[in-house]
């Protein structure tokens, strides 16, 4: 899989670490179909490797994503080919089909946003379990100044993400903010110098491998599902998570670490 080659998509895998890079450079990384296909072949079958302990996404070129082609948009090709009926299915079977796969994951999801992220790519960001982003990077909801709605998703996870009130501020005034802004409302978690972007997210992803992958897959789940459920069913998985958790082998290695103060090898069982 890691070594065949994707429309649009560019994926190297390093030790438990799979770069996932949008690779439209010369049109700032815009989302296409083909790259929707090749993220539903590339997104469950990493999330099923077990070598695979994190999944890093991020932009060829200078833009991490500019959301969808607007060249693409005024010809009403591509994803925007076809009647109002034709766009709203489209929509489902397309562009949709990221969030879907990207909330389904159990493997920790990293946004390496170098570039700017803008329109769905900003959605994008949000969509990330966490993100480390360039203090050159901009990022903006931009749907209403083309006169579109967020049809990819980004309604769902962005008010999740940085709370509902500055979540309308950003689709409503299409506003432009920069790296410290997301920094502070909480879409990116941390903020550094280009030349250092790529070298701090290799360092944040290794932080989040090195821990035992089941375990880390369950909190993960139990977050999500935390924020989107009540106390009773919550505290039922995490009980359920806990007994599976318990009898793992990593489990054990693990404790013996922590008595022997050396660094545990984790095998994902």
């Excluded at 065949?4 to 049109?27: G, P, Y």
């Excluded at 170098?114 to 329109?119: E, L, P, S």
């Amino acid at each position: 899989m890691y070594n065949q080659k994707f429309i649009d998509i560019k994926l190297q895998k390093q030790n438990n670490l799979l770069w996932l890079s949008l690779n439209r450079a010369q049109a700032r990384n815009a989302i296409t179909l083909d790259m929707v296909d090749s993220l539903e072949k590339i997104l469950p079958y990493a999330d099923n490797d077990p070598e695979v302990r994190v999944i890093i996404l991020t932009g060829e070129g200078e833009s991490f994503c500019a959301g969808g082609d607007i060249k693409n948009m005024l010809e009403e090709k591509e994803m925007f080919a076809g009647q109002s009926n034709e766009l709203r299915m489209r929509y489902r079977n397309g562009i949709q089909k990221i969030p879907e796969l990207i909330h389904r994951l159990n493997t920790p999801l990293v946004a390496m946003v170098n570039g700017h992220a803008i329109g769905a790519g900003c959605d994008l960001v949000a969509m990330a379990d966490i993100a480390i982003a360039s203090d050159k990077s901009k990022f903006g909801e931009t749907f209403n100044k083309l006169a579109l709605v967020p049809g990819d998703g980004g309604t769902y996870f962005l008010q999740r993400k940085i709370g509902f009130s500055k979540a309308m501020e950003m689709y409503l005034t299409c506003d432009i903010y920069n790296s410290q802004d997301a920094l502070n409302m909480g879409l990116v978690n941390f903020v550094c110098r280009p030349e250092e972007l790529k070298q701090k997210t290799i360092e944040l992803a290794e932080k989040i491998a090195s821990h035992a992958p089941i375990a880390t897959s369950m909190t993960k789940r139990a977050m999500i599902h935390g924020y989107e459920s009540n106390l009773t069913s919550q505290l039922d998985l995490l009980a359920a998570f806990q007994g599976i958790s318990q009898r793992t082998l990593d489990h054990k290695e693990a404790l013996r670490a922590t008595l022997e103060k050396k660094q545990p090898d984790f095998k994902n069982l």
